[in-house]
């Protein structure tokens, strides 16, 4: 059964019951634009565990990534491949292959029909990559997640991060009907109860600022071990933001965003991410330069060495995207800042 309704989640487009997502705009809009988020104004809501056959009682599955978060100094990159198209997946896998140490393989941004996360992570993982696969709650209802997660555990995925995704009304399908059955904090819930190694995500500088880290702790409450911190201006909020979930007695492994910008169609796909801040004159660096790709590519690793150098990083995720057609060139950029940090995967 959905959770009882009322509140801040019944105003919420997405239903969200353990909300903000990190869409909500500087001056505490919806990321749809229209309203006011619901949960801007109100105190962090207390997880509530969730029953059903995939609940919190599942076994931790063997994976290496947990080893290499340990040792610090992980490189994930997000999968650049075009959707539905399993040579273009293959070829980036080939690019990628020893250069990052997994690649983040969510729903593309650009595409809302492709292929289901566990098939995706099956690509991926024959292309010889970790797979560390997003998995959304904006298509699929609480049946269908469970599903996916039955299907990532039995492959053996290396981690699932869970996100309850942006509206579609944001999208190229505006016309297909959001589910929403489940946010981020009940979907983590389920793919710990399935025994992966789960990620949630966060994002520091999006309205209410001065309760984001209390809502990651609820987050990690569901057994989440990792939180992919989302772009909020480079390694001073990160450390801020970081100290203060430690405050609060929580100590995740913690991946930041690291904006890839090498020409001006990965600067826009990367503007379009909902409640994204980047460093001050970040994207005009970069663009301005007479070689804007190794431009972008030397700001990246730049920015990666000093998130690295926070207490509690314990790696980076190499964040953005190419526009159609040009996946090969910017999973080579990908590659080539892997090998720059000394990836030997």
């Not at 896998?93 to 099956?122: E, I």
């Not at 330069?289 to 060495?305: C, F, M, N, Y």
Request: net charge negative; with cysteine.
């Amino acid at each position: 059964m959905r959770p009882e309704r009322g509140g801040p989640t019944e105003a919420c487009p997405k239903h969200m019951v353990h909300g903000p997502c990190g869409g909500v705009g500087t001056d505490g809009s919806c990321e749809l634009g229209d309203r006011r988020c619901s949960f801007v104004d109100v105190p962090v809501v207390p997880r509530h565990p969730l029953a059903g056959p995939a609940g919190p009682a599942g076994t931790p599955r063997p994976t290496d990534l947990r080893d290499l978060l340990r040792q610090g100094r992980v490189v994930v990159a997000d999968l650049p491949a075009a959707a539905l198209d399993a040579g273009s997946l293959t070829a980036v896998g080939n690019l990628l292959r020893s250069t990052v140490h997994a690649v983040l393989a969510g729903d593309s941004p650009r595409s809302r029909v492709q292929f289901p996360p566990a098939y995706r992570a099956a690509l991926v993982r024959a292309a010889g990559l970790r797979a560390w696969t997003g998995l959304t709650c904006r298509d699929r209802n609480r049946v269908a997640l469970e599903g996916e997660l039955a299907a990532l555990a039995h492959l053996g995925v290396d981690a699932v991060h869970c996100v309850t995704g942006d509206h579609p009304a944001l999208g190229s399908r505006a016309d297909a009907a959001a589910v929403f059955d489940l946010d981020s904090t009940q979907l983590a819930e389920l793919a710990v109860g399935a025994g992966l190694l789960t990620s949630v995500g966060e994002s520091p500088t999006a309205p209410p600022t001065a309760h984001r880290a209390a809502r990651l702790v609820e987050k990690l409450g569901t057994g989440a071990e990792v939180c992919f911190v989302n772009h909020c201006g480079g390694a001073g909020p990160v450390r801020v933001f970081v100290e203060h979930v430690h405050d609060l007695g929580a100590h995740p492994w913690f991946l930041p965003c690291v904006p890839v910008v090498v020409d001006v169609a990965s600067a826009a796909l990367l503007a379009s991410f909902p409640g994204l801040v980047l460093p001050p004159g970040h994207l005009d660096r970069i663009l301005g330069a007479r070689d804007p790709r190794e431009a972008g590519i030397a700001s990246a690793v730049e920015l990666s060495e000093a998130l690295l150098a926070v207490p509690g990083v314990a790696g980076v995720n190499l964040s953005g995207g190419s526009a159609p057609g040009q996946e090969l060139p910017f999973a080579e950029a990908l590659a080539e800042i892997g090998r720059r940090l000394g990836v030997d995967a």
